[in-house]
């Protein structure tokens, strides 16, 4: 069965540092995986997606990824944080025929962003 | 062009009573699906839509929750008989190929 876990519910950085969001999933095949963000009263946006390739993905809003099989992860950074990136933040991995018509979320981290 | 819209945005009601959540998707997607956000959790899957045809219905928790999308475009989320355990946010998605665009949800409470 698929699953996703996501170990930290709430992170705090300070503006301009560094960030990285676990994620680490469970699934028997090939996994398609997503970041997406949530704001307070907005809908959740595409950050992020892997399907194969390059292991390294890159996003919107300077956001990248790097999927490692050997140890089920799917890890979110970006080099330095803006106050406008405080939100929700879930990891899914996607099941189905496409890969993505199930997503099956994370719990979800929540990132607060200190001046 | 418009995102997906999704109304009403807050709905109270009294246990025992219907709900119906209303989903507009993006025009000419293809695929449509419901997911329930319980608070502090990630969205569940509920159900999944390509066309008017209901593909996955696996998510739903219980035979008091229906959904339709009878021509393939709006659907609608239905509860019967409400109970506290129902209150969460109701997001529903709209697909044309594989990335599903997210509207703003409903939150239901149930008293």
């Known amino acids: 069965a698929q699953s996703v876990t996501q170990p930290d519910i709430h992170i705090t950085v300070s503006e301009g540092a560094s960030l990285e969001l676990r994620c680490n999933y469970s699934y028997g095949a090939t996994p398609y995986l997503f970041w997406y963000v949530q704001s307070p009263g907005q809908g959740l946006q595409l950050l992020l997606k892997?399907?194969?390739?390059?292991?390294l993905v890159q996003g919107i809003k300077g956001f990248e990824a790097e999927f490692k099989r050997s140890q089920s992860s799917f890890n979110l950074r970006k080099p330095s944080v803006h106050w406008s990136d405080a939100a929700e933040y879930f990891c899914?991995?996607?099941?189905?025929?496409?890969?993505?018509?199930?997503?099956?979320f994370g719990t979800g981290t929540r990132l607060t962003v200190i001046p | 062009g418009a995102g997906v819209s999704q109304s009403p945005r807050y709905k109270v009601a009294k246990r025992g009573q219907d709900v119906a959540l209303r989903c507009d998707p993006i025009?000419?997607?293809?695929?449509l699906f419901w997911y329930q956000q319980a608070l502090g959790q990630g969205p569940e899957f509920l159900t999944y839509f390509q066309n008017e045809a209901q593909l996955d219905k696996s998510g739903l928790p219980s035979d008091r929750f229906f959904a339709e999308r009878p021509e393939g475009s709006v659907s609608t989320l239905k509860i019967q008989r409400t109970q506290q355990e129902d209150s969460a946010v109701y997001l529903c998605?709209?697909?044309?190929?594989?990335?599903?665009?997210f509207g703003p949800g409903t939150r239901l409470t149930v008293t």
């Open positions: 892997y399907f194969s390739g390059d292991t």
């Open positions: 025009s000419g997607h293809v695929s």
């Open positions: 899914a991995v996607g099941a189905g025929q496409t890969g993505a018509n199930n997503l099956f």
């Open positions: 998605a709209s697909s044309f190929d594989w990335e599903q665009y």
